[in-house]
């Protein structure tokens, strides 16, 4: 069964600086993998996906992940932290095959501070 | 346009009491899906359906019914609310059809339900 495992449950980082939220994932298939962001209060928006093309993916705001298989890690990283960044963030994984559903991690809070 | 929207936004009621919560997809999508976020952010999946077909329904107590009038709208109807019920509701839809795996997935704002 897929899972995926989101290694910090807070990242705080200073505006301007590098951003390195981290996520491994298990699968038994090749796997397609996400990156939601929920901003407080909000619904839950892509920022991006991996499935199966180009292992570097840019998403939105500056975003990008990179699929590696060899350490099953898909890691959201961004050059420049925005104080708008701070948000609640998401890995997940798509179950394929026989099921349709979403496996989400358990979240990552990103803090940005001035 | 709203894709994906659910009604209410927020809804507080006693423990006993039944109520539902909308959701509508104006995407086309073929599949829907009710989420439920507990109080520590973690997001699980209740149920899927496709073409109003049920296709997935995680161990969720039989309280909770799904009802999908028709491929743009699942409903959630929830039955004698308890206490843990209390948690954020979310609706997604997915351009797939049954089987192939999801490509991705557009949630709906989210209901907060908070049982007292």
């Known amino acids: 069964a897929q899972s995926v495992t989101q290694l910090d449950s807070h990242v705080s980082v200073s505006e301007g600086t590098p951003v390195l939220l981290r996520c491994n994932y298990s699968?038994?298939?090749?796997?397609?993998l996400f990156w939601y962001v929920q901003h407080p209060n909000k619904g839950l928006q892509l920022l991006l996906k991996?499935?199966?093309?180009?292992?570097l993916v840019k998403g939105i705001n500056g975003f990008e992940a990179e699929f590696k298989k060899s350490e099953t890690s898909f890691h959201l990283t961004k050059p420049s932290a925005h104080m708008s960044d701070a948000a609640e963030y998401f890995c997940v994984v798509s179950e394929s095959y026989n099921t349709d559903k979403l496996i989400f991690g358990t979240g990552t809070r990103l803090q940005v501070f001035p | 346009d709203t894709a994906v929207s659910q009604t209410p936004k927020y809804l507080v009621t006693q423990m006993g009491n039944d109520k539902s919560i909308k959701c509508e997809q104006n995407l086309g999508h073929d599949t829907m899906y009710w989420y439920k976020q507990d109080s520590k952010k973690f997001l699980k999946i209740m149920f899927s359906?496709?073409?109003?077909?049920?296709?997935i329904n995680e161990t969720v107590p039989n309280r909770f019914s799904p009802k999908s009038p028709d491929k743009a709208h699942l409903n959630l109807h929830i039955n004698s609310l308890e206490l843990g019920d209390s948690a954020v509701y979310f609706c997604?839809?997915?351009?797939?059809?049954?089987?192939?795996?999801?490509?991705?997935?557009?949630f709906g704002q989210g209901t907060r339900l908070t049982v007292v």
């Open positions: 359906y496709n073409n109003k077909e049920l296709i």
């Open positions: 997604a839809s997915s351009p797939i059809t049954s089987g192939t795996g999801v490509t991705e997935a557009f």
């Open positions: 991996y499935t199966s093309a180009a292992t």
């Open positions: 699968s038994s298939y090749s796997p397609s």
